[in-house]
């Protein structure tokens, strides 16, 4: 406790300069933090499409009238629907991935859009939940509506709660049993998007959603009619085992209800997408880390430079030269700690905080390993910084740079 | 006790190699006041960082109260200069932000010691140099006198059995000098064993003993009174 004394004696030596180091440091925790949370999103959501066993699969976006929809969108909305069931029924078709809605719950005085997933979204994009996807048989009608909270906003509800919402349709209230409740970074599968890039980045959403199963008894539990509204982008997975040819022909049968995006194709654009936006944006923080870094140095320079005199001082009352390193190095670990304390403070609550809807970054993952990089990346910059102190020390003993000074 | 035995020096000056110390042997007993004199750049400082276990030496033997000292390594070395030895130097001998009780504290810092304890120690050594009242007060308030005082405190506080001061009086004048050099023969009347350097003789005629030491050798070596 009391070589903090002296510890702190040595950051009186560049107060301005110790005071500088530690907001650049602040600064270039965040940029990094951003960066590794963009990459690590990246990374997410390739790996969730790469994990989806939809290999053999195209993104289909049906062609749709966009008058026709305005002027009947549920029409529109069941014509798009049936069009899909027919497919589905397609010889080497094996499934369709199709997100559905009837309408949405509102709690607290909140909407949230409330999505249906059947077997086949079930079976393919079930993110990782706390609690579980729904219960193994379906409850009775009397029993609370099954559900699992999806995307980020839900940070009041707890698996296990029963909530009661008003459904958006009928305006009646429904009582809600969360079973689950998706894992941070919290995104589920989103088919909204048609550009013509299609890119695993933009296959999901953080938007938060309520998430109930489909099943039989739904329509007449939630007491309404059958006016499905449904994303007209949808996963065709083809059956596994067919021939080129049989897969050609499918594919100029899907051509004439729209376009489509092979999964392989997807998986390719992303990962080459993913490479230049690398490219693209990792200039400007390697140039502010190459700023920093230098900025870092030159302080850590001078440090060594304002102590070498008391450094020497302490040899001669008994200090030895190990310690009088380890006296620098818990100087840059003092002027090292807020910046980080900061930092890792926010990349832990990060989750709490995107899940409550307070600061959502959107696309960056923060988490546990961002931690860790952080914390590796604060090391290796520590030894980084030593290097002026253990340089001098290593070339020069103490009373050379006496001498050195004292003439 | 100090007993070096055929002590030698080099420094390697480019690829040149410059012998600062030759051979030298020497015992001191304890509780003697020894000057150490010679011209500029005969190696007195040389010895002085060699006898302080500051520097290392190329061959010869150093045993210190019995110990080998050219064995040690720096973290026995240091232990060695923190319990056993004080020094007073000419040049930047303390810190001038902090207070002088601060600067007394010092080699207490680098001993198994509580703060509290190391306070007291600090008092109890500026009481003994007649400036306890300046406790508190930064150092660079402090005049020239006043400051080797405190720098006399520091080599003190830890209860050493040698003090070694390189041309302790250099910066000051000749009436401070003699304060000084006073304050320094009644710490060898107490018992303690003093090295003294300097180039001038009024002070060395403070000391028992004159060593000259003349291109790394010993060419002098009496009692005088
Ligand atoms: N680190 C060093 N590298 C090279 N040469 C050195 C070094 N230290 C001392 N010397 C040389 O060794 C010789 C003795 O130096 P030393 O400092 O011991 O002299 P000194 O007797 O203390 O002189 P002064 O009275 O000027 O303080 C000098 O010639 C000096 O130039
Ligand atoms: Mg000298």
Sequence with gaps: MKQFRLVWQSLLQIKGAALLLMIVLTLALFVLTYLIGLIRYQNYSRTLLEQAEINNSVYLKLAVDDNQMAQDMYGTFSAIARTYEEIADWPGIKEIISIYSYGSMKIDGINYQMLVYNDALLRHFSMAVDGRWFPDKPVSVDQPLPIVLGGTGFSDFETGDVLTAEYSRTQKPISLNVYGKVKYPGYTLSLSNGSTIILSDYLLSDQPVILVRDEPSLLSRLDTSDQVMIDRNAWVVFENGLSEQQQGELLTRLGSYGSYHTYEDIITASRESHIEQLKEILPIPLFLFFSAFSCLFSISSLYVMRNAQNQILYFFCGCSRKRMIGILAQGLFMIFLPPALLNLLFILFYPTISQADWLNLHQVVLDGTSVSLVLLFLAVLLVFLLLPALMISRRHTPMQLYRRMSS | ?225
């Design chain 2, 1 to 225: 006790m100090i007993e070096v035995h055929q002590i030698t020096k080099n420094y390697q000056l480019g690829k040149a190699k410059f012998t600062a110390l030759s051979d030298i042997s020497l015992t001191i007993q304890p509780g003697e006041m020894v000057a150490i004199q010679g011209r500029s750049g005969a190696g007195k400082t040389t010895l002085f960082n060699i006898l302080g276990c500051l520097d290392t030496m190329d061959s010869g033997t150093y045993r210190l109260d019995g110990q080998q000292v050219e064995k040690m390594k720096d973290a026995e070395l240091a232990a060695l200069r923190c319990k056993k030895i004080g020094f007073v130097l000419q040049e930047f001998a303390l810190i001038n932000q902090q207070s002088v009780l601060f600067n007394v504290m010092l080699p207490l810092f680098f001993d198994k010691m509580a703060y509290r304890t190391m306070k007291t120690r600090a008092m109890e050594a500026l009481h003994k140099v007649g400036i306890a009242n300046l406790a508190r007060h930064k150092t660079n308030q402090l005049s020239g006198g006043q400051r080797q005082r405190v720098a006399i405190a520091r080599a003190l506080v830890n209860y050493p059995e040698i003090i070694l001061a390189d041309e302790p009086t250099g910066a000051l004048d000749s009436k401070t000098a003699g304060q000084i050099m006073q304050l320094i023969s009644e710490l060898n009347q107490q018992g303690m064993t003093i090295l003294l350097i300097t180039h001038d003789d009024k002070m060395a005629a403070y000391c028992q003993r004159r060593i000259v030491i003349e291109d790394g050798k010993i060419i002098e070596d009496q009692l005088t009174q």
